[in-house]
C-alpha cells in the first residue's frame, strides 16, 4: 500500500450544521455507528447553500453479496463495521462519512482545493481497504469502486449531488471496479441511456415484441 499524505486546506472550516439538521439516533446508523442517510443529505444541504466547494464521495464495496452468500450476513456485517473503521481513519478532520445502507457508503468533503484533492482523498480511501479484515480469526478481502462529484454551490441540490457521485461509481463499475472516477456529464448522460436501452429492451421481452433465444456454440 503507498502511502499518501494527508492533503490539507488552510482555509478548510466545517460548516455548523443548522438548528434543524437530523440528531441522536436519528442521526446514526445503527449498524456501523456512522452518520445515515438522512444526516448526510442535512450537512449536504447546508454546506451547499452556503455556497461553499463540496465533494461527494460514493462508494461501494465491489461483490459484497458473494460475501454474505458465501460466509453469511453475521460476517458481512462485521465486515461493514471494519470498513467504516477504515473509512473514518482515512478522511480528513471535520469530512462526513456515512453509511446510506447495504455495502453503499458516502463521504463529504468540505473546502476542498479542487478536483485533484478530492481524488486524493477518494483513492486514499480506496487504498485503506486493500489490507486484509480480520473477522472472526479469517481473513477477508473486499475492494470498493469510488464517485467523486466536486461542485461549489447548490448544483441543482444536495439530492442531485448525490445521484452524480453515484452515477461516476457505476462509470467505476463498469471499468474494472476498485478505481475511482470523476463525474462527468457524458459519463450521466451514457448511463441514463444504457438504463434506457435495458428498460426498452424489458419492455419489449415482457410484450413479447422481441423473443429471446439462446444457441448452444458448439
Known amino acids: 500500500m503507498r502511502a ?3 492533503p490539507s486546506s488552510p482555509d478548510h472550516v ?3 450544521p443548522p438548528r434543524h439538521a437530523v440528531h441522536g439516533p436519528a442521526a446514526e446508523d445503527a449498524l456501523t455507528g456512522l452518520a445515515n442517510r438522512a444526516l448526510f443529505l442535512d450537512r449536504l444541504r ?6 461553499l466547494p463540496v465533494a461527494v464521495l460514493f462508494l461501494d464495496l465491489d461483490d459484497f453479496k458473494l460475501i454474505n452468500d458465501g460466509w ?3 460476517t458481512g456485517d462485521r465486515l461493514l463495521c471494519e470498513v467504516a473503521e477504515r473509512l473514518r481513519a482515512a478522511v480528513r478532520p471535520g469530512d462526513l462519512v456515512a453509511r446510506l445502507g447495504g455495502d453503499e457508503f458516502t463521504v463529504l468533503c468540505e473546502g476542498l482545493a479542487g478536483e485533484r484533492e478530492a481524488l486524493a482523498v477518494a483513492d486514499r480511501l480506496r487504498e485503506a481497504l486493500e489490507g486484509p479484515f480480520d473477522i472472526a480469526g479469517q481473513q477477508r478481502h473486499v475492494r470498493a469502486s469510488i464517485g467523486c462529484r466536486v461542485a461549489v454551490g447548490s448544483a441543482g441540490g444536495a439530492e442531485a449531488l448525490l445521484r452524480d457521485a453515484d452515477v461516476a461509481m457505476y462509470q467505476a463499475k463498469d471499468r474494472g471496479r476498485n478505481r475511482v472516477e470523476l463525474y462527468s456529464e457524458e459519463t450521466r448522460r451514457r448511463i441514463v441511456r444504457r438504463l434506457e436501452v435495458e428498460q426498452e429492451l424489458r419492455a419489449a421481452v415482457a410484450s413479447r415484441a ?5 444457441r448452444s456454440p458448439h
Open 4 to 6: 499518501h499524505a494527508r
Open 210 to 214: 422481441v423473443a429471446v433465444h439462446w
Open 14 to 16: 466545517p460548516v455548523e
Open 46 to 51: 447546508s454546506v451547499t447553500s452556503a455556497g
Open 72 to 74: 453469511g450476513h453475521g
